[in-house]
């Protein structure tokens, strides 16, 4: 299974982005998909993740400000990042759990996209 993540970029305090996450390969269902973010110098944080059925959590951290989404059609997750602070400037980076072919159900994780806001 590969992710792909992008949508990443510099931005300005308040302005929004909008990260999408596609995952491709011999995948039979996917359960979460979800969102983690690294800062400089900080351990990996949980952002967001939405279940098979719909069903959506966000860290307090960004809740109010951040929605997550999937598209189970491409396999692709969504992660709309509005009202954006100096502390949302990560590499964010996508998280998925998939049945897969002959391997059962693992977790995966993408590359990784910087997300710079500037105050």
């Known amino acids: 299974v590969q992710l792909q993540a992008s949508g990443g970029g510099n931005v300005q305090a308040g302005g929004s982005l909008r990260l999408s996450c596609a995952a491709s390969?011999?995948?039979?269902?996917?359960?979460?998909m979800g969102w983690y973010r690294q800062a400089p110098g900080k351990q990996r944080e949980f952002v967001a993740r939405i279940s098979s059925g719909g069903s959506t959590y966000v860290d307090d951290s960004v809740r109010g400000r951040f929605a997550i989404s999937r598209d189970d059609a491409k396999n692709t997750a969504y992660l709309q990042m509005n009202s954006l602070r100096f502390e949302d400037t990560a590499v964010y980076f996508c998280n998925v759990w998939a049945f897969v072919t002959g391997l059962g159900m693992k977790e995966y994780w993408g590359q990784g996209t910087q997300v710079t806001v500037s105050s």
């Open positions: 390969g011999s995948i039979i269902r996917i359960n979460y």
